[in-house]
């Protein structure tokens, strides 16, 4: 049986998704004996000129992980769409925006202007910004251009597959690797490697009855470790939060961040957590309401932490 | 040409689309601007709709029910004050004028109210000017994930 | 003027591309690292609760 073709490439990422896919161990030789390698950034040498070679839908699955920060990003997602024949948006920044998409709160200006020369360790003198062409005496040299807006993968390219987690769990990432290997995919544009329940079908935590009357953060108290964190007024995404990743935030003390992003029919992750969380709220009076509602510090990177760039708005207006 | 704000209501079957339509068998004058969903109980009201109507193109949102102890679910409207709180807070927190949204209680005999609430906020939203918030929609929309 | 690309430099974490210059004679003229990659966490880590910083900028590198 001919070997499968995989590439993998990372966006605007930080290798944690190339780390989780190497942290299969030992399985990882049985991927190598039976899929081929042809691009790969953190492990092997291939570089864009070999995937520009390569025939269209040479390669049968390629894994992008990471956000689309900049014209790179997009450019590569382009390329490797058109050489592959099923893209799967791998992780939580390519499947949602993720970390990086922390930044649609500021725009490239207002980034540029700390990076380059507010920041207290930035020696700028001479006030230099990045551009995407520069003129040097040999010739002309490119960088990517940096965009205003964090996008996950599908605003540029067509996804099969969303494989969800910040990042993915080793075994659900080998559940994966498993599915493509037996052909056993579901449906196009399913979420794949991950439950299609919540965290608290999962959680181990005791639950009662939920009736918050204040949030507490865990900067400043800590959760009892044997009931729901929600019902003791931390602020769990848990009920949106699709489940498959073993709840290790919750098994390690802390409530859900909502790395795996939501249940199917969700439309905007931060919407339906404040739906939810609010609809549990135990207050009728508006000033009693508003005054818990004050106690949750930042509303947009609590209920929408990994999410903002496959928001409704994507982005703040500024 | 003036600018003409879209708004968006999602109103209460009890109250307060009784209370429009009052507005409207009593010939009361007023804007135009509002476009109106009818749903059952305020509190059928999802935080997304209303990000949907901004991304959509609306200018501003306005959210109507039965005053507080009215409620013909008898709790619903409590859901919706609390959840609307908190999309006010995330509204902000995306850097958009809180005038753009309003939640407001409105009986079934108030026609002459509802209509003074519309005109308020066409005012308010015209001077504002257009939200711009339109949103390309996304590859995914056929797919389970979106 | 020859030139040689390196792009994207591989096996090691980050995004990096070397553009070489060479001479008649073959022998380098000059060779210029370039960094196609920004994400900002310094600026938008600011305004955000404390408790979220440490789990944020643990992805500035997953490896």
Known sequence: MAKLKLGSYWGAACGGCDTAILDVHEKILDLDAAADILFWPIAVDFKYKDVEAMPDGHMDVVLYH???????????????????????????CAHLGGIPSLANLYDKKQIFQYVYHDSPSTVNPAGVEPQPTTKVPEGEITIPIFYDTVMPLDFVADVDYYVPGCPPTPKQIWNVVEAILTGNL???????????????DECHLKKNEKKITGFKRIATAQPEQETCYLEQGFLCMGPITRGGCDTRCQLSGVPCRGCYGPVDGVLDMGAKAISAIASVIEAKDEKEIEAIVAQIPDSLRTFNRFAIGASLLRRKTL | MTFEPKIVGILCNWCSYTGADLAGTARVKYPPNVRVIRVMCSGRVDPTFVFKAFADGADGVLVAGCHPGDCHYIEGNYKALRRMKLFQKMLADYGIEPARFRLEWVSASEGERWAKIVSEMTEELRKLGPARLRQPRKNRAATSAA | MKRIS???????????????????????????????????????????PVEEVPRVVSRICGV
Do not use: W
């Not at chain 1, 450019?75 to 948006?89: G, Q």
């Not at chain 1, 579901?186 to 608290?200: D, F, R």
């Not at chain 3, 008649?24 to 900002?40: K, S």
């Open chain 1, 66 to 92: 990471g956000a689309i920060r900049n014209s790179e990003n997009e450019h590569i997602a382009h390329l490797l769409r058109k050489k592959s024949k099923v893209m799967v948006a791998f992780g939580s």
């Open chain 1, 186 to 200: 579901p449906a196009k544009g399913s979420v794949v490697g991950a439950s299609s329940k919540t965290q608290c």
């Open chain 3, 6 to 48: 390196i792009d994207p430099i591989t096996r090691l974490e980050g995004h990096g591309k070397i553009e070489i210059f060479l001479n008649e004679e073959g022998g380098v003229e000059n060779a210029y690292f370039q960094i196609p990659e920004l994400r900002g966490f310094e600026k938008f880590v600011q305004g955000m």
